[in-house]
């Protein structure tokens, strides 16, 4: 287990307040739309849906740098960018998914995000109260308050196609200024976060669990080819002592508490309010997402709607030690061939 020794001096350590001095938005222009209108009008002349093309069959080379830039921002800056200006507005909703994905494949490889192996998914609560209290639910399904978490993927990204009437901005949080934070005040907390956890696994990565748990502890932290890795997901390692059996000590029990109390402070989490036609992309080795509870408007045609993308940078076992890739980077080898 190799520890980093030294602070996180680059721009994947950012506080709150370094955000908005940082330059992570890309701005769509005129000639972008007209674009992105004829990219979308070629797939659908050619019958594809929103799920079925490659970059190939989507082509933006007039975009080409600024989606280069985000790839950058995403792997080499802060860990997040954002696109804004998607006409969501005047796309239906086969053109709004058909855009999302196609900007998305140029970015990486769509994975499946559950069992089902559905690769767009719909956050949008479910109608009717009942539904809102039921917490077997999964989070994109409800709309009260996420926990900081990362998924179980390269890049997480969110195309906002409707607001809800109040709430549920986007919070982000940087793992390598947590772990700078640690290493200058906590130290002794970092060796459990190094040797990681077991941690119950979800539905999508079912497959490569034993009985709903990783088959071996994942580092919280991990220094791998000169990166800093980083996976914390707070009710899904506390959940692995009652599936396994196996209880924490107080040490590893005070070291994510200490994570996670970081991550909810104002110091460390920047908040964002996505709106319409912005598309959110975060890397999960580099920044955690949670998101405030929000209120939903009363008729169900116009209640909040995000479009979501699990993303795989394509790059042989990007950032990752083999460990980490078993579990992280699931369930691709069915997906890559449809995506050139």
Known sequence: MEMLQNPIEDRSAWKAADLDRMDWTIELDARDVAELDRAVATVKANGFSGRDFGKGDFPLPGMRAKLDDVLELL????????????????????????????IGVHIGLPMGQNRQGDRVGIVQAAPGNAAYSQETRRGYARPSALPFHADSTDVVSL???????????????????????????RPDLLPPLYEGMHTAVGEEGAARSVDGVSPYPIPIFE???????????MPRILASQKASGVQFTPLQLEALKYVDDLAHSDEFHYAMELEPGDIQFLNN????????????????????????????????????????????????????????
């Not at 792997?75 to 058909?98: H, K, N, Q």
């Open 75 to 102: 792997t080499d800056g802060p860990g997040l960018a954002r696109i804004r200006g998607v006409p969501v507005d005047r796309y239906d909703e086969s053109e709004i998914e058909i855009a999302y994905w196609g």
């Open 223 to 233: 220094y791998y080819k000169g990166k800093l890795n980083a996976w914390f997901a």
């Open 159 to 185: 195309l906002c196609v409707r607001k809800g009437k109040s709430g549920g901005l986007s919070l982000v949080a940087s793992m390598a200024a947590i772990h700078n934070h640690l290493l200058q005040h």
């Open 285 to 340: 080795y580099v920044v955690l997402h949670s998101r405030t509870h929000y209120v939903d408007h009363d008729d169900p045609a116009h209640f909040r709607r995000l479009l979501r993308l699990w993303l795989r940078i394509d790059q042989e076992d990007y950032r990752l030690s083999p460990q980490r890739a078993h579990i992280f980077r699931w369930g691709m080898d069915a997906v890559r061939p449809t995506l050139v």
